[in-house]
């Protein structure tokens, strides 16, 4: 299994980016983590392997959107009215399983880490 991201930068608070994940597997559930400076690496949000349920993060509620195409093998994170706080190397993980989750170690495959940097 490959997982392969894309889409970080820097950005503006308030700004948007949307992160891309290429994914050699699609009907496996998947998932976005992020790892800040000094901190462990946290859950952000999953989705099925038919992007028809989807968990999010207390703290990207309302401002972050998961979803896939499989036909395309790509899942996505669109990150809209970025904070400061959001500033984190962002990596998308696979679990052999159909079913979305936010437990971190339940999480079989990872990509290599995309940044991304939101400046006040």
């Known amino acids: 299994v490959q997982l392969q991201a894309s889409g970080g930068g820097l950005v503006q608070a308030g700004g948007s980016l949307r992160l891309s994940c290429a994914a050699s597997?699609?009907?496996?559930?998947m998932g976005w983590f992020r790892q800040a400076p000094g901190k462990e690496r946290e859950f952000v949000a999953s989705?099925?392997?038919?992007?028809?349920?989807?968990y999010y993060a207390d703290f990207v509620k309302g401002r972050f959107t998961i979803s896939r195409d499989n036909a395309k093998g790509t899942m996505y994170l669109q990150m809209n009215s970025l904070l400061p706080e959001d500033t984190a190397v962002y990596y998308c993980?696979?679990?052999?399983?159909?079913?979305?989750?936010?437990?971190?170690?339940?999480?079989?495959?990872w990509g290599q880490g995309t940044q991304v940097t939101v400046s006040s």
């Open positions: 989705i099925n392997w038919s992007g028809g349920s989807t």
């Open positions: 597997v699609r009907t496996y559930a």
């Open positions: 993980a696979a679990r052999r399983g159909s079913v979305a989750i936010m437990i971190e170690r339940r999480y079989d495959y």
